[in-house]
Antibody, heavy 119, light 106 residues
Framework: EVQLLESGGGLVQPGGSLRLSCAASGFTFNNYAMTWVRQAPGKGLEWVSTIRSDGSTFYADSVKGRFTISRDNSKDTLYLQMNSLRAEDTAVYYC?????????????WGQGTLVTVST | DIQMTQSPSSVSASVGDRVTITCRASQGIRSWLAWYQQKPGKAPNLLIYAASRLQSGVPSRFSGSGSGTDFTLTISSLQPEDFATYYCQQANNLFSFGPGTKVDVK
C-alpha cells in the first residue's frame, strides 16, 4: 500500500524558512515523479513543484527562486525547502506520487502538513 | 501559463441525479487532463486521468470526456458519498488546477 507522510509544517514568521519532508513507502520511490501541491485555507488547489525521477525540477512562478524541491532516493523521502516565506504561503502542503516518472497526474496523496506564515 | 476554468462553481443536486461539470483550458491541452474529488479536511483523490481514463477503484458512475480545450466530468447517478468538491488539472504544460466545483445537497 502506498503511504506518504508529510512533516515539518508549523508556524514561521514572514521572511523565515521551513523544510517539509514527505516519507514514502509501498512503491519504488526512485521510479516516480513527486509533487508538492498546496491549499490555502478555504481555497482551491495550487501546484507548487515537481521533481521527476531523473531529478529535473519544475516550479510554479509564485515560488520560483524561494522554494527548492529535492529527493533522497536512498531514504525514499521528498523535501521542500521554503525560504523567504510570505503570508500568502500559508496553506496545507500535500506531497503526491505521480502515475509516471516524468510528472503527469497525482495518483496518491499524503494527509498534508499545515504551514502558517504569521507574526 | 495555462489557465483552467470550471463551471458551475457550485451545483445543488439530489441522490440519483446526473451531474455534469465542465472544465475549459485557456489553450489546447490535447487529452492531458485529470479530475480529482476532495472532501472537507481530506486530501484530493484522483478520479479520471488522460481526460477519460478511470482510475483504478473509482466507481463507473464517474466518466470523463473531451479533448483540446473543453472537458466534462459526469456523475451518472449521484450517490451520498459523492457530495464533495471536484477539481480539474492540466498536465500539458507543467501543471495547473481549475478553481473547483462544489457539489452539495439540494
Amino acid at each position: 500500500e502506498v503511504q506518504l507522510l508529510e512533516s515539518g509544517g508549523g508556524l514561521v514568521q514572514p521572511g523565515g524558512s521551513l523544510r517539509l519532508s514527505c516519507a514514502a513507502s509501498g512503491f519504488t520511490f526512485n521510479n516516480y515523479a513527486m509533487t508538492w501541491v498546496r491549499q490555502a485555507p478555504g481555497k482551491g488547489l495550487e501546484w507548487v513543484s515537481t521533481i521527476r525521477s531523473d531529478g529535473s525540477t519544475f516550479y510554479a512562478d509564485s515560488v520560483k527562486g524561494r522554494f527548492t524541491i529535492s529527493r533522497d532516493n536512498s531514504k525514499d523521502t521528498l523535501y521542500l525547502q521554503m525560504n523567504s516565506l510570505r503570508a500568502e504561503d500559508t496553506a496545507v502542503y500535500y506531497c503526491a506520487k505521480d502515475v509516471a516518472s516524468i510528472g503527469e497526474y497525482f495518483q496518491h496523496w499524503g494527509q498534508g502538513t499545515l504551514v502558517t506564515v504569521s507574526t | 501559463d495555462i489557465q483552467m476554468t470550471q463551471s458551475p462553481s457550485s451545483v445543488s443536486a439530489s441522490v440519483g441525479d446526473r451531474v455534469t461539470i465542465t472544465c475549459r483550458a485557456s489553450q489546447g491541452i490535447r487529452s492531458w487532463l485529470a479530475w480529482y474529488q476532495q472532501k472537507p479536511g481530506k486530501a484530493p483523490n484522483l478520479l479520471i486521468y488522460a481526460a477519460s481514463r478511470l482510475q483504478s477503484g473509482v466507481p463507473s458512475r464517474f466518466s470523463g470526456s473531451g479533448s483540446g480545450t473543453d472537458f466534462t466530468l459526469t456523475i451518472s447517478s449521484l450517490q451520498p458519498e459523492d457530495f464533495a468538491t471536484y477539481y480539474c488539472q492540466q498536465a500539458n504544460n507543467l501543471f495547473s488546477f481549475g478553481p473547483g466545483t462544489k457539489v452539495d445537497v439540494k
